[in-house]
């Protein structure tokens, strides 16, 4: 079963607007598990105007990616330093590459806490426009809303703070059809190699998320 002991070591694949950091966080709230999100370290960065945030920026509104080794050494970091990790972990944009896939796996294999659950959220390009360019987040959490498809209660706002929702920088046409292609490319081959590895399965993102949450615990065995 993938979830031991109410304990989840799990990978969400899929591309961007496949609904990562929306179910994320029923995933966090059922298996207490901690969320790491390394597009949010990286706009954490960004906003903070660091040295790498300065750099990352770029990067990421070309619809690129960072190098695997600063974000082997970011997403090590939280594993070994955050206490919410201790029950577990939901990794949210990681691994995006076969190498990051690799080390994560050494890296856990160190450990002795292997990965149990690798999941792809699955969608059609096409849907993917649509969901992206409406989308909102408020980026103190993560909190993402769509302008037609998940409005927040008051236009604008974050449902549970009050504070303003942004536009990422990188949410337009444009830098989608990049950061498609970044994913056929380098991503996509992640799910033959934890087909391999034995820990993949799939669920029809396109559907609600409703719809997609309920299938996910399925796929957990709940
Ligand atoms: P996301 O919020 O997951 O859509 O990530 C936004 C952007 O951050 C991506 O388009 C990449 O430029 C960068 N990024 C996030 N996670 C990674 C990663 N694991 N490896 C390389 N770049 C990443």
Redesign the pocket.
Request: net charge neutral; glycine share 14%.
């Given at each position: 079963m993938a979830a031991e002991n109410d304990t989840l070591r799990m990978v969400l694949l899929g591309p961007?607007g496949a609904g990562?950091?929306t179910q994320a966080p029923n995933l966090v709230n059922k298996f207490g598990a901690c969320h790491l999100?390394?597009?949010?370290?990286?706009?954490s960065q960004i906003s903070k105007k660091t040295e790498l945030g300065l750099q990352?920026k770029k990067?990421?509104?070309?619809?690129?990616?960072?190098?695997?080794d600063?974000?082997v050494g970011?997403?090590k970091g939280e594993l070994e330093n955050n206490p919410a990790c201790k029950k577990g972990f939901i990794l949210?944009?990681?691994?995006?590459?076969i190498p990051?896939a690799e080390k994560l796996d050494a890296m856990l294999a160190e450990k002795n806490i292997p990965l149990q659950k690798a999941l792809e959220l699955k969608v059609d390009d096409e849907l993917l426009v649509a969901r992206i360019t409406g989308r909102l987040v408020h980026p103190a959490s993560g909190r993402s809303y769509h302008k037609l498809f998940n409005p927040p209660k008051v236009p604008g706002k974050d449902d549970v703070t009050g504070e303003p929702l942004v536009q990422?920088s990188?949410d337009n046409a444009d830098?989608l059809k990049k950061?498609l292609a970044?994913y056929h490319k380098q991503t996509e081959p992640i799910v033959k190699y934890y087909q391999k590895t034995g820990v993949w399965a799939a669920v029809d993102a396109s559907q609600n998320p409703k719809n997609v949450w309920s299938d996910i615990l399925k796929c957990l065995g709940q």
């Open positions: 961007p990562k950091g999100s390394t597009g949010d370290m990286l706009r990352a990067i990421m509104d070309a619809g690129g990616l960072i190098s695997d600063i974000m970011m997403i949210d944009g990681f691994p995006r590459t990051q990422r990188d830098a950061r970044t």
